[in-house]
């Protein structure tokens, strides 16, 4: 089965401190890439990273930084000095092949709240 | 902006209704995917189509339909619309012919409210 949990359902936070979104997910595929997408208040979905599978190394952009590790089915996601524009809905994904057609299934969703 | 296109934004309609959501997809790009976004349910993964063709189908119910036509514009049709059908409908696209890694490209959405 393919399959993407976040445990997290919700995360509350104050600012500056740093926080890690856990992602965790199943596949039979040995090729497969992971997604983190980012839904602010105003709904729209924003792509944050894409990881393929043949690549562990982990990456930072600017406050972000995320986790890749095979080993363990994990993809997670930290915020260093988050700030209360990071507050929104961010949803791990997992595009993998069905047949002859990839699809991206979603986890849930961590609902992550940063305070003043 | 991520070059997808879905009109309208808001939608208010009855019970009972029919309704059709409008996607164009990013510039040069043939796969379009339909989720359905509900407070109780997540983001649902309803139908794909790619080239015109249907191509993979997930959690859509028979009451929905959807097609994509010869300029690779989809439209979601629901019908007999229900209070549970009330749901952030988003349209994404990908596939760039040879330049497909997986990404897809997410439209701002079509809010429906069904009272």
């Known amino acids: 089965a393919q399959k993407v949990t976040q445990a997290q359902t919700e995360i509350s936070v104050v600012e500056k401190e740093d926080v890690t979104l856990d992602c965790v997910y199943e596949t039979r595929d040995t090729t497969y890439y992971l997604f983190w997408y980012k839904q602010p208040p105003s709904g729209e979905l924003v792509f944050l990273i894409r990881?393929?599978?043949?690549?562990?190394q982990n990456e930072i952009s600017g406050r972000y930084s995320w986790n890749f590790q095979k080993s363990t089915s994990s993809f997670n996601f930290t915020i260093t000095a988050s700030q209360v524009v990071d507050s929104a809905v961010y949803f791990c994904?997992?595009?993998?092949?069905?047949?002859?057609?990839?699809?991206?299934?979603f986890g849930s969703g961590t609902q992550l709240t940063v305070l003043p | 902006d991520s070059g997808v296109t879905q009109t309208p934004k808001h939608l208010i309609t009855a019970t009972g209704q029919r309704v059709t959501l409008r996607c164009s997809p990013r510039?040069?790009?043939?796969?379009v995917y339909w989720y359905q976004q509900s407070l109780d349910q997540g983001l649902q993964f309803l139908i794909q189509?790619?080239?015109?063709?249907?191509?993979a189908k997930g959690n859509i119910l028979e009451r929905f339909s959807a097609q994509q036509f010869p300029d690779l514009h989809s439209e979601l049709n629901l019908s007999s619309l229900e209070l549970g059908d009330s749901a952030l409908y988003f349209c994404a696209s990908s596939e760039r012919q040879g330049n497909y890694n997986g990404e897809l490209f997410f439209g701002e959405g079509s809010r429906l409210t069904v009272l």
């Open positions: 510039s040069g790009d043939l796969s």
């Open positions: 189509y790619y080239n015109g063709e249907e191509r």
């Open positions: 994904a997992l595009s993998y092949l069905s047949g002859s057609a990839r699809q991206l299934t």
């Open positions: 990881r393929n599978s043949f690549d562990e």
